[in-house]
């Protein structure tokens, strides 16, 4: 998972423009 983002709530929303991410 990229950390850069900082928060998890920012990589749950990334996560829908990533369906990798998850």
Do not use: W
């Not at 950390?3 to 998850?22: C, E, H, I, S, W």
């Amino acid at each position: 998972m990229p950390m850069a983002y900082g928060t998890r709530t920012n990589v749950l929303k990334q996560a829908k423009q990533f369906p990798r991410d998850t």
